[in-house]
């Protein structure tokens, strides 16, 4: 068995180990996340960076993880049920392991540290821990499963994101890091810059309580969240405007100006215009002006060139004058003559 080989066999048992505080510190960092769900299932994904001290190492952890992760795999999944199913006598509470998988990054192998003088080898593990938090009623507690209490070793870190729609009342120590949001999280870590080589909790710690609240919250605003809002906001505003301006604007109406030269005045009073009270004739009463300054009867093609009227107009008009007794057509001809209907006058010879 080549030493990558032997390394990789000892971190599975070491996961085991950390959560019941048996293992010996190693030179190695891992990074847990637990993914807390309602119902007290949690999902929990660890990440091992393992030192390669040598090129060696390096060229051992490529050939090891070009041979997959198959034996792992079984290895890690029996002791995690083994340790799991002890937890759950321990607690009294029915809790099981699943979904497990165990990853050996292919592609890129090994990553750098912080400080670029050092490689490591990484390798994830994967599971379902049904049952890790206590649910009862409204309360979600994390915490009395690490019965045998917790052990971080230098450079370690555990983050919890916990449900939507809680209320955090306690965390047991006090956090490292807790981030408030949609989905809070709280983060415990061991620095290595600290003269302890390990951080060890006692029984049922690291500890969150929380509390259902009675309405739960859809969605947690932050800052940073406005920005794409404010943009499309300031974006669609400006089109509204730019449309806006290009819009062809409507003409005002024309202003009737008092100060018209003379010959103005007299071309406007060629053309009927407000009546006697301020308003404005209507098409029957132009018409009736017209025959009135003709001397009350014109022919119907007259009527046309003075009215600026079409054909069709100028006829209709008619007709609705003729129905209601205002004038009478008289066929002179090809031409109609159109006169005031005023049996008081007799017939006059219409005006050339």
Same mark, same amino acid.
């Given at each position: 068995?080549?030493?990558?080989?032997? *390394?990789?066999?000892?971190?599975?048992?070491?996961?085991?180990? !950390?959560?019941?505080?048996?293992? %010996?510190?190693?030179?190695?960092?891992?990074?847990?996340?637990?993914?807390?769900?309602?119902?007290?299932?949690?999902?929990?994904? !660890?990440?091992?960076?393992?030192?390669?001290?040598?090129?060696?190492?390096?060229?051992?952890?490529?050939?090891?993880?070009?041979?997959?992760?198959?034996?792992?795999?079984?290895?890690?999944?029996?002791?995690?049920?083994?340790?799991?199913?002890?937890?759950?006598?321990?607690?009294?509470?029915?809790?099981?392991?699943?979904?497990?998988?165990?990853?050996?990054?292919?592609?890129?192998?090994?990553?750098?540290?912080?400080?670029?003088?050092?490689?490591?080898?990484?390798?994830?593990?994967? $599971?379902?821990?049904?049952?890790?938090?206590?649910?009862?009623?409204?309360?979600?507690?994390?915490?009395?499963? +690490?019965?045998?209490?917790?052990?971080?070793?230098?450079?370690?870190?555990?983050? @919890?994101?916990? %449900?939507?729609?809680?209320?955090?009342?306690?965390?047991?120590?006090?956090?490292?890091?807790?981030?408030?949001?949609?989905?809070?999280?709280?983060?415990? #870590?061991?620095?290595?810059?600290?003269?302890?080589? +390990?951080?060890? @909790?006692?029984?049922?710690?690291?500890?969150?309580?929380?509390?259902?609240?009675?309405?739960?919250?859809? +969605?947690?605003?932050?800052?940073?969240?406005?920005?794409?809002?404010?943009?499309?906001?300031?974006?669609?505003?400006?089109?509204?405007?730019?449309?806006?301006?290009?819009?062809?604007?409507?003409?005002?109406?024309?202003?009737?100006?008092?100060?018209?030269?003379?010959?103005?005045?007299?071309?406007?009073?060629?053309?009927?215009?407000?009546?006697?009270?301020?308003? $404005?004739?209507?098409?029957?009463?132009?018409?009736?002006? $017209?025959?009135?300054?003709?001397?009350?009867?014109?022919?119907?093609?007259?009527?046309?060139?003075?009215?600026?009227?079409?054909?069709?107009?100028?006829?209709? #008009?008619?007709?609705?004058?003729?129905?209601?007794?205002?004038?009478?057509?008289? *066929?002179?001809?090809?031409?109609?003559?159109?006169?005031?209907?005023?049996?008081?006058?007799?017939?006059?010879?219409?005006?050339?």
């Amino acid at each position: 068995m080549t030493r990558i080989s032997i *390394k990789l066999a000892v971190i599975s048992l070491v996961l085991v180990c !950390t959560l019941s505080i048996a293992a %010996p510190a190693l030179a190695q960092s891992t990074v847990i996340k637990v993914d807390v769900y309602p119902n007290g299932d949690a999902r929990w994904t !660890t990440e091992k960076m393992i030192p390669l001290d040598t090129p060696d190492d390096v060229a051992g952890w490529d050939a090891t993880a070009a041979q997959g992760t198959k034996s792992y795999l079984a290895d890690f999944t029996i002791k995690m049920k083994d340790y799991v199913a002890r937890i759950s006598d321990m607690t009294g509470r029915n809790m099981t392991v699943k979904d497990v998988n165990v990853t050996v990054q292919k592609s890129q192998p090994y990553a750098l540290s912080d400080n670029g003088s050092h490689t490591y080898g990484v390798i994830s593990y994967q $599971f379902t821990w049904t049952g890790f938090a206590m649910a009862s009623g409204n309360a979600l507690e994390v915490g009395d499963a +690490f019965v045998d209490g917790y052990l971080m070793n230098a450079g370690d870190s555990i983050t @919890f994101t916990l %449900p939507a729609g809680y209320n955090i009342t306690s965390i047991s120590p006090d956090a490292d890091d807790f981030k408030k949001s949609y989905q809070p999280q709280v983060r415990w #870590v061991m620095d290595s810059t600290n003269d302890s080589d +390990f951080r060890l @909790f006692p029984g049922g710690e690291p500890s969150i309580i929380m509390e259902k609240t009675a309405v739960a919250t859809a +969605f947690s605003l932050e800052w940073w969240m406005l920005v794409p809002v404010i943009l499309v906001s300031a974006i669609a505003g400006f089109g509204v405007a730019y449309l806006l301006l290009r819009r062809p604007q409507p003409e005002a109406p024309p202003v009737p100006d008092m100060d018209l030269p003379d010959a103005e005045v007299e071309a406007a009073e060629e053309l009927p215009g407000p009546g006697e009270e301020g308003r $404005f004739m209507s098409d029957e009463e132009r018409i009736v002006k $017209f025959l009135e300054e003709a001397g009350g009867q014109m022919f119907q093609s007259d009527l046309v060139k003075k009215t600026d009227f079409s054909k069709s107009k100028l006829s209709m #008009v008619l007709t609705d004058l003729k129905e209601k007794g205002t004038i009478i057509k008289i *066929k002179k001809g090809k031409e109609n003559l159109i006169r005031l209907n005023r049996p008081d006058k007799q017939e006059e010879p219409p005006k050339e």
